[in-house]
């Protein structure tokens, strides 16, 4: 290859890379980083690109009800499937009907919003128990996404957008217990009434999904800028790991580096 070409080559590799085709984490935290200590008195703001964690309980201080997060390890034998080196952020809340804990973390702002932008945000979750009627498990993010399992109903969990009433999608409570990864994309358009959204949830060991939905919500009125796990009134722990936001390329600058490879694979062609 002659040396315009070998410079050509570069800049579209640098172009494919800066244009955000391959997708770089734009935040990240495990339980792994919080050896040193973690509970609802004490939760570190470790990991990066994350703000600060935010945490409400009720717990009784020594009796009824009881709610608290702990470091789970994989020395403790619990029924825990996102275990990710060694260990996993658990919770717990119970032993009364108002028993809850909620655990939030604030997306930092960049880039002007705090809220998803051509992004994907991900996070691992199973459970050991849910148990009946009033007791639950709901994974937010923001004020325009709500996953839920409640106990004593219909065995699948729902999925509310723009606070609008709840629909079921199809994974059931076998599928939580072991272990789910759920994935949000929002893809834009920026602050409308009708941005794009893909929801996927898959096998946290790997596999087919088991869920995939796509549709629009109203990013002028509901935001994307923080996750929170709320535990409430459960039969037995839950367990969640692997926090991470992730770019992914806007659609035009994707066709914009391949048509510039088109034309350099063109341009080699004539040059032999």
Do not use: C, H
Not at 109 to 132: D, K, M, R
Not at 212 to 236: C, R
């Amino acid at each position: 290859m002659n040396s315009t070409l070998k410079t050509s080559a570069i800049a579209v590799a640098m172009g494919l890379s800066a244009s955000g085709a391959f997708a770089a984490a734009t935040a990240s935290d495990t339980s792994a980083n919080y050896t040193g200590g973690w509970s609802a008195s004490t939760t570190p703001n470790l990991g990066s690109g994350f703000g600060a964690w935010s945490v409400a309980d009720n717990d009784g201080g020594g009796s009824a009800p009881y709610a608290d997060t702990y470091l789970d390890l994989a020395s403790y034998s619990n029924p825990d499937t996102v275990l990710t080196g060694g260990s996993a952020w658990g919770t717990y809340a119970n032993s009364a009907p108002n028993a809850f804990i909620d655990l939030s973390r604030a997306f930092n702002t960049g880039g002007g919003s705090a809220s998803l932008v051509n992004q994907t945000f991900s996070v691992a979750f199973n459970s050991s128990g849910i148990g009946g009627t009033g007791q639950s498990i709901a994974l937010s993010v923001g004020s325009a996404f709500t996953l839920t399992y409640a106990g004593g109903g219909a065995d699948n969990m729902t999925l509310s957008v723009d606070g609008a009433a709840a629909s079921a999608i199809s994974v059931d409570y076998a599928q939580i217990a072991a272990g789910i990864n759920v994935a949000l994309t929002v893809t834009g358009p920026v602050n409308s009434s009708s941005e794009a959204y893909q929801l996927a949830i898959s096998p946290f060991a790997g596999g087919p999904a088991l869920y995939t939905g796509t549709g629009t919500f109203d990013s002028s009125t509901y935001n994307t800028s923080s996750f929170t796990l709320a535990d409430n009134n459960t039969a037995n722990n839950q367990y969640f790991n692997n926090l991470s936001i992730t770019a992914v390329p806007e659609p035009s600058t994707v066709t914009m580096s391949l048509s510039g490879l088109a034309a350099l694979l063109a341009f080699r062609r004539r040059a032999k």
